[in-house]
């Protein structure tokens, strides 16, 4: 099944008529197009990045229902690229904010707010009543369970997805074409790949793949226009480069193969491993840390941020040693002294501890808990938080 | 003249920012052994504990994936170009104590 090819179409007003005149002028949209988007009701998961492009030009483009999933808040820090928010949404729902820009840009699209975390409880509940998904969500357990949850109910899954400079796009889903997981089985283990909330992300690059999704959708309903399903459209935004590369349907997927191992949804928290026990490290606070400094003891502070990240604020006595060269630093440090290591929010830092006990480090290591901006935000308000 | 290997923005901060680098190999398996000799902290994310290419990293000679194609085993010949294409999720970090 494909958009709403099945659907008795409604009429349109002559406003309607008039606000949609530019698609109707195009012989590929025309009327029964544009009766086709009205008719249509999309999901988008995640109010963020993606959603942001993908709830204005949908609506824009007159989609007759959207609905949006998102149980987040604005922050602060959203608004370098998720542009359907501003600033007096700060702290608001993301998923109402998003609804009340939509009704302002097109107060004749039905929106319907979903402001949950999608759960492999509730997803084909909140999924069923739509013709269309896209995936604009920012973890793998979701990725999973969007995929898997849109294979059986056969329903198209518009997806994108971003990590700093560069962009994947394309349709999972189609009638006879791959899904997610023909292409990637499975997700890499928790804390090898570093997140956009620490590796960062190019305000635009989610503005450009969100539109590519949107594009996506709409001709999806529109119909008879050929697909991103089975190619997979890399964006490097840094080389401006477009790169496009063929997804075989896998005859042995574990979902979407010939003889599916997988039937309902599963724990997508355990599938991705962030179930598995991580092995403990020893933590120690910002105002703990403070005080030992104080007290004149000796510790050697590493800093595992990156040498860019260390401009936005240098730690004081801290020696750098970046996250990616770690298991190289064993010589450099004293084990009779303990070593306090830090970064962003105290993820990698963890992660480093880890790899060292592993090389076989003997001296006793303790994680800033929270990182600097633990630091910033209870011993030295002087410092950005970031 | 060698194999060129494209690295996407997620495993350059493992090859010293490089975009792109060059190796030797008369198998696509070879190529980034070579690959991975030179750049000793990628390699833990291209193969898993047993040496197999890790799931989350596909790698295309052309536009084909080599799991599609001979897989390690599979022929390259001087002047292709291999492209890493990892799994990218974006967002927030994943950890259990920050879900919903």
Redesign the interface.
């Given at each position: 099944m494909s958009g709403t090819g099945d659907k008795i179409l409604a009429s349109m007003t002559n406003e309607e008529i008039s606000r949609y005149s530019r698609h109707l002028l195009l012989p590929e949209v025309g009327m029964e197009g544009q009766k086709r988007l009205k008719a249509a009701k999309v999901l988008i998961i995640g109010a963020?990045?993606?959603g942001s492009p993908l709830g204005l030009y949908l609506a824009a483009a007159g989609v007759g229902a959207l609905g949006i999933v998102d149980?987040d808040v604005v922050e602060e820090s959203n608004l370098q690229r998720q542009i359907i928010h501003g600033v007096k949404d700060l702290n608001r729902p993301k998923a109402f904010s998003a609804r009340d820009r939509i009704r302002d840009l097109n107060p004749r699209v039905e929106v319907a707010v979903h402001n949950?975390?999608l759960t492999s409880e509730n997803a084909l509940d909140i999924l069923h009543k739509y013709d269309v998904v896209v995936d604009g969500?920012?973890?793998?357990?979701t990725?999973y369970l969007v995929n898997d949850a849109c294979v059986f109910l056969q329903i198209p899954n518009v997806y994108g997805?971003?990590?700093?400079?560069?962009g994947?796009a394309t349709v999972f889903g189609a009638e006879n074409g791959p899904c997610y997981r023909c292409?990637?089985?499975?997700?890499?283990p928790?804390g090898?790949?570093?997140?956009?909330?620490?590796?960062g992300?190019l305000g635009v690059l989610?503005g450009i793949i969100g539109c590519i999704q949107a594009c996506e959708v709409l001709k999806l309903i529109i119909g008879n226009a050929p697909s991103l399903a089975g190619r997979?459209l890399?964006f490097?935004a840094?080389?401006m480069k477009f790169?496009?590369?063929?997804?075989?349907k896998d005859p042995d997927c574990p979902v979407c193969g010939d003889n599916p191992s997988i039937e309902e949804l599963v724990d997508y928290?355990e599938f991705?491993g962030?179930?598995a026990e991580e092995e403990p490290v020893d933590n120690i606070s910002a105002r703990e840390l403070k005080a030992r400094l104080d007290r004149g003891e000796a510790v050697q502070i590493v800093d595992v941020r990156?040498a860019h990240e260390r401009e936005i604020f240098v730690f004081p006595g801290a020696m750098p040693v970046?996250?990616?060269?770690i298991?190289q630093s064993e010589n450099t440090l004293n084990p009779s002294v303990d070593a306090v290591f830090i970064c962003k929010?105290g993820?990698r830092s963890a992660h480093a501890i880890r790899a060292l006990r592993e090389v076989g480090y003997e001296g006793r290591m303790l994680n800033l808990e929270d990182g600097v901006n633990a630091w910033a935000r209870d011993v030295d308000p002087s410092l950005p938080i970031y | 003249m060698a194999v060129t290997i494209l690295i996407p923005t997620a495993l350059r901060a493992f090859t010293g920012r490089q975009s792109q680098a060059q190796a030797d190999g008369k198998t696509v398996g070879e190529v980034l052994k070579a690959f991975a000799d030179a750049n000793p902290d990628v390699r833990q994310h291209l193969y898993d504990e047993n040496g197999e290419l890790r799931s989350f990293v596909n790698v295309y000679i052309g536009d084909v994936n080599i799991r599609n194609a001979g897989g390690l085993g599979g022929p390259i010949e001087d002047g292709d170009t291999l492209t890493l294409v990892p799994a990218i999720a974006g967002g927030v970090v994943c950890e259990p104590e920050q879900k919903p």
């Amino acid at each position: 099944m494909s958009g709403t090819g099945d659907k008795i179409l409604a009429s349109m007003t002559n406003e309607e008529i008039s606000r949609y005149s530019r698609h109707l002028l195009l012989p590929e949209v025309g009327m029964e197009g544009q009766k086709r988007l009205k008719a249509a009701k999309v999901l988008i998961i995640g109010a963020g990045g993606l959603g942001s492009p993908l709830g204005l030009y949908l609506a824009a483009a007159g989609v007759g229902a959207l609905g949006i999933v998102d149980f987040d808040v604005v922050e602060e820090s959203n608004l370098q690229r998720q542009i359907i928010h501003g600033v007096k949404d700060l702290n608001r729902p993301k998923a109402f904010s998003a609804r009340d820009r939509i009704r302002d840009l097109n107060p004749r699209v039905e929106v319907a707010v979903h402001n949950v975390g999608l759960t492999s409880e509730n997803a084909l509940d909140i999924l069923h009543k739509y013709d269309v998904v896209v995936d604009g969500t920012d973890n793998y357990q979701t990725r999973y369970l969007v995929n898997d949850a849109c294979v059986f109910l056969q329903i198209p899954n518009v997806y994108g997805s971003i990590f700093q400079f560069e962009g994947q796009a394309t349709v999972f889903g189609a009638e006879n074409g791959p899904c997610y997981r023909c292409l990637y089985p499975s997700p890499p283990p928790p804390g090898l790949v570093p997140s956009c909330a620490e590796g960062g992300v190019l305000g635009v690059l989610p503005g450009i793949i969100g539109c590519i999704q949107a594009c996506e959708v709409l001709k999806l309903i529109i119909g008879n226009a050929p697909s991103l399903a089975g190619r997979l459209l890399l964006f490097d935004a840094w080389r401006m480069k477009f790169r496009e590369f063929k997804i075989e349907k896998d005859p042995d997927c574990p979902v979407c193969g010939d003889n599916p191992s997988i039937e309902e949804l599963v724990d997508y928290e355990e599938f991705c491993g962030l179930k598995a026990e991580e092995e403990p490290v020893d933590n120690i606070s910002a105002r703990e840390l403070k005080a030992r400094l104080d007290r004149g003891e000796a510790v050697q502070i590493v800093d595992v941020r990156e040498a860019h990240e260390r401009e936005i604020f240098v730690f004081p006595g801290a020696m750098p040693v970046p996250f990616s060269r770690i298991t190289q630093s064993e010589n450099t440090l004293n084990p009779s002294v303990d070593a306090v290591f830090i970064c962003k929010v105290g993820k990698r830092s963890a992660h480093a501890i880890r790899a060292l006990r592993e090389v076989g480090y003997e001296g006793r290591m303790l994680n800033l808990e929270d990182g600097v901006n633990a630091w910033a935000r209870d011993v030295d308000p002087s410092l950005p938080i970031y | 003249m060698a194999v060129t290997i494209l690295i996407p923005t997620a495993l350059r901060a493992f090859t010293g920012r490089q975009s792109q680098a060059q190796a030797d190999g008369k198998t696509v398996g070879e190529v980034l052994k070579a690959f991975a000799d030179a750049n000793p902290d990628v390699r833990q994310h291209l193969y898993d504990e047993n040496g197999e290419l890790r799931s989350f990293v596909n790698v295309y000679i052309g536009d084909v994936n080599i799991r599609n194609a001979g897989g390690l085993g599979g022929p390259i010949e001087d002047g292709d170009t291999l492209t890493l294409v990892p799994a990218i999720a974006g967002g927030v970090v994943c950890e259990p104590e920050q879900k919903p």
